[in-house]
């Protein structure tokens, strides 16, 4: 029997984010029709995807966009009236404006304490910038203080980032290379390693951070780094770190193997189920789910806290059985 599900790197994007750049627009002209879709839609389609996948209960989070403060509480307070229409099968990240880190903390603070979202999602980058900076500081902090997951995400390269990825090919390898082919996941897992470095989880000991894909190819590498980052002088060692600040979802990933190395290198109370929904669809998701059980993988109350119990401890929300 199928245990509830509860998915954490799911998408939507607003009209008014798409709207308010070319920039903006550029970011989704890149997606299939049917894709900017589902992405449009927070109501009855949504729900039945669910149903098609047996989620429980999704936690959305907005697509990739550099937006203004305002233009992010709009998107909250819109993100918020949808998920208060299915309130037992929605909730919410929020989307932060990390250009100005001051606001981008009060508004976290905002989409927590008053519009009841579990945390925030935000893109791996800010035009290149890593969050490593102290400028950023503000908004980990606050996710420590309000006790929240920060969710980092993989966005598209900046324009200096792009040229390590061209090459004696056509632009559209490049661009593939440079975000769901490669260079979205390596760079994630950079970052981790960054902020690890600058010293930003014994600043704030108890934040909270996620990353999906399977762990953005670091648990292939984790002796490796372990054995690199013992010599940075660290007070804390990543493998404290990687145990007791970071969880790992599977999204858009649904493969026996990487999740095998996974879980032998992060405790299973850390390692969450998610899809990536609408680029990877709910229906496959259960698949998985059904694939790792018959494995023999996870079972019992392993596939349990893997499905849904992580995701309620991590966001004290709960799953209802469909």
């Known amino acids: 029997m199928t245990p509830p599900l509860i998915t954490l790197e799911e998408h939507y994007t607003s009209p008014k984010v798409k709207e308010s750049s070319d920039e903006a627009r550029s970011h989704y002209s890149h997606f299939p029709p049917h894709t900017l879709a589902k992405l449009d839609h927070l109501g009855e389609n949504r729900i039945q995807d669910l149903d098609n996948g047996k989620v429980s209960l999704q936690v959305i989070s907005h697509g990739p966009g550099d937006i203004s403060p305002s233009l992010c509480t709009v998107v909250n307070d819109d993100l918020a009236a949808a998920v208060s229409q299915h309130p037992t099968r929605l909730a919410a990240f929020a989307m932060l404006p990390m250009s100005e880190p ?10 927590v304490k ?22 950023f500081w503000p908004v980990f902090e606050k996710a420590q203080e309000l006790d929240v997951p920060i969710y980092i995400h993989p966005t598209f390269a900046s324009d200096s980032m792009m040229e390590h990825y061209k090459g004696n090919y056509d632009d559209s390898v490049a661009l593939a290379l440079s975000a769901f082919g490669w260079g979205w996941h390596h760079e994630t897992g950079l970052h981790v390693l960054r ?3 600058s010293g930003l989880f014994e600043r704030f000991p108890r934040l909270k951070l996620v990353i999906g894909h399977m762990g953005e190819l670091l648990p292939f590498q984790f002796d490796r780094v372990c054995n690199v980052t013992a010599r940075w002088a660290k007070k804390r060692s990543l493998q404290d770190v990687w145990e007791k600040n970071i969880w790992i979802t599977t999204s858009g990933m649904f493969s026996l193997p990487p999740l ?16 990536d929904y609408p680029f990877s669809t709910n229906e496959k998701g259960l698949q998985f789910i059904e694939e790792i059980e ?29």
């Open 195 to 197: 902020l690890y470095a």
């Open 114 to 135: 008053t519009l009841g979202f579990v945390g925030a999602l935000i893109e791996n980058h800010l035009n290149g910038t890593f969050y490593d900076h102290e400028r």
């Open 260 to 275: 095998e190395c996974l879980l032998k290198t992060m405790p299973i109370e850390h390692v969450l189920y998610s899809v």
């Open 294 to 322: 018959k494995s023999g993988l996870l079972t019992g109350e392993k596939l349990k806290l893997f499905a849904y119990q992580n995701a309620e401890n991590l966001l004290r929300v709960k799953a209802k059985s469909l």
């Open 102 to 111: 001051i606001a981008a903390a009060k508004e976290l603070e905002r989409a």
